[in-house]
């Protein structure tokens, strides 16, 4: 079976969607994946890399094919409309190209669902059953970016959406809430929950990174708006004062970064650390040495259904959760008995919640472990979720 991926972001760019394929790959299938230069998170190309109209590679027995990126959109709203503007046409364009011959799409959609709209036009061209799964929903994650809702936006938005979706044979949701979201606009449709796997595992080494003294609470991963990282500064701030012990870890980078170092400097802010980006390779170190874990969103349209890649990752260290956000998450911890859930609005609400987990103790927090194995391995198991999506793939029939 010959499948083509398309997707916005792949390898060397730290994404679900490389293992996916790999595995695929690995399987026996004929995969090819369609893709922009490499440019996340910095919006600058990778090293090694050109910014020209169309480049192809190989890795791990993938055909990979590349065409032009807008890059700057990380600092630019103006370029990030840009950039998914290009990803459209372009990609249109390759896909016209590429997609001939093969006997499946597969979406890989996070971000912009207009990403999806090449594999959905070379669909309806040549007859190739097409496959989503979705990782962000829309409308509701541009009204998040600050957009106002008018009725124009209103009318647009719903038109790519049902464009989408009804040239679709398969669709598959990472957030099981976003199932409904969809619903309102394909009225009918079989949707499937596939929930992201841990991509960052504990692999039995020893390794760990070099925290300061004290009860480490980390943060990983991009350092963004939508992160409500602000809020959790000012409730660590409020935590620190009455526990000076108390040390706030922020592993990432992204377009919120330089503010939040403002923040905790002219509010003099003690006991945080801002350590920047590390390869996911170099994750484990710090997720060993740290005692607390953070997941955290804003309380903006759509959020409350997301569920972070990076939460299970946290899950398969067997460390606490404490969930900053509304929604599914909170949800999910309070259930299971992983850790601690705060107001993503309320600063006190999580200076509490970093407070409570201080005081547990080393003996307290362990108690959370046995919680998140068993989480891990009921709802988040990469084998079966790979075969599923795999076998949704093969299923699917042409609309």
Known sequence: MKTLI??????????????????????????????????????EIFPGYRNVPFSSEKWKGISIFRFFTVTGYRDSLFFKLLNYLSFAAAGTAAALFKARGCDRIFVYQTGPLTLAIPAVIAGRLYGIPVTIWTQDIWPDMVYSYGFKKTRLLEWFLGAVIRFVYSGCSEILVSCGGFAGRILEYVPGRRIAHFPNWPTVTDDGGSARAELPAGVNFTFAGNVGKFQNLENILRGFALAAKERPELRLNIVGDGSHLEALKGIAAKEGIPGVKFWGRYK?????AFFRA???????????????????????????????????????????VEKHGLGLAADPDSPQAIRDGFLKFGSMGAEGLKAFAG????????????????????DRVAAANRL
Do not use: C, H
């Open 371 to 390: 919680s998140a194995g068993r989480l891990l391995a009921g709802e988040y198991e990469r084998g079966r979720i790979i075969a599923g999506i795999r």
């Open 280 to 284: 996911s390779s170099e994750m484990p």
């Open 290 to 332: 740290s005692d607390v874990m953070i997941v955290s969103l804003s309380n903006s349209p759509g959020l409350e259904l997301v569920v972070p890649a990076k939460f299970q990752a946290y899950l398969a260290f067997r460390k606490p959760v404490f969930a900053v956000m509304n929604g599914e998450v909170s949800a999910l």
């Open 6 to 43: 398309v997707t916005e972001r792949f390898y060397p760019e730290e994404f679900i969607v490389n293992d996916l394929a790999a595995e695929w790959a690995a399987g026996g299938m004929e995969v090819s994946v369609l893709t922009q230069a490499p440019s996340y998170p910095k919006g």
